[in-house]
């Protein structure tokens, strides 16, 4: 079954601490993506991977983190220095960086206390 | 700034009947727009997309017209089914330099039996 896969589905962390999301797909895809969605608003982008070894900052980067040393996949760090870290966080990909049918996975809820 | 905006937060709709939800943006450089759409606990999926040189793209029961010159979309879903109450993202993608999607901030649809 090819997919996106997000583990855990739900995430509690302390203030202060970072915390790493994880993200897997195996559909072969060369761009991933991390969205962050609040309630009322729109999924943001944090940031996005067009290849591996390579990745840029999206609309909302500051407090996060990335790496992409393997195509299948991109995890994402949530720092201490992230003032409003509480969110759903939604990983994506897609063939190749500017197709717009992206694939999502289920999502990881995040709450910092 | 919002880019894309979804004005109506909710939706309800008879069984049947037509569902039309609405989309306006503001940048003339979005060259394809998409809807996604959402269950709870879920991560979006793609639905159907229209490019900036058409006006209707339809796929089975969901259409999707764009109005360029109001900067207006909108998707119709006839005849609307229960499995249809979701969460609906309007999405755009840019036309300079990144191919990142700009989504909306989402409308939810309750189709009542």
């Known amino acids: 079954d090819g997919g996106i896969t997000q583990s855990p589905k739900y995430l509690f962390r302390k203030e202060g601490q970072n915390v790493t999301l994880s993200c897997e797909q195996n559909?072969?895809?060369?761009?991933m993506y991390w969205y962050r969605q609040d309630p009322g608003q729109g999924l943001r982008l944090i940031y996005y991977?067009?290849?591996?070894?390579?990745?840029q900052k999206g609309d909302i980067a500051e407090g996060y983190s990335v790496s992409r040393e393997k195509k299948e996949s991109f995890p994402l760090t949530v720092t201490s220095a992230q003032k409003n870290p509480t969110a759903f966080y939604l990983c994506?990909?897609?063939?190749?960086?500017?197709?717009?049918?992206?694939?999502f996975g289920p999502g990881t809820r995040l709450t910092v206390t | 700034d919002q880019q894309v905006k979804q004005n109506s937060p909710s939706l309800s709709v008879q069984e049947g009947r037509i569902s039309i939800l609405n989309c306006d943006y503001t940048?003339?450089?979005?060259?394809?727009f998409l809807w996604y759409k959402k269950y709870p606990a879920e991560g979006p999926t793609f639905l159907i997309s229209?490019?900036?040189?058409?006006d209707k793209n339809e796929d089975g029961r969901f259409t999707v017209f764009l109005n360029k010159s109001a900067k207006h979309l909108s998707l119709h879903i006839v005849p609307s089914q229960p499995g249809d109450s979701a969460v609906y993202f309007c999405?755009?993608?840019?036309?300079?330099?990144?191919?990142?999607?700009?989504f909306g901030t989402g409308t939810r649809l309750t189709i009542i039996p």
């Open positions: 999405a755009a993608r840019g036309n300079f330099g990144n191919e990142k999607l700009t």
């Open positions: 559909l072969n895809h060369d761009a």
């Open positions: 991977s067009q290849i591996v070894n390579d990745f």
């Open positions: 994506a990909s897609s063939i190749v960086a500017d197709s717009y049918e992206q694939y």
């Open positions: 229209i490019s900036s040189i058409k």
């Open positions: 940048n003339s450089m979005f060259d394809y």
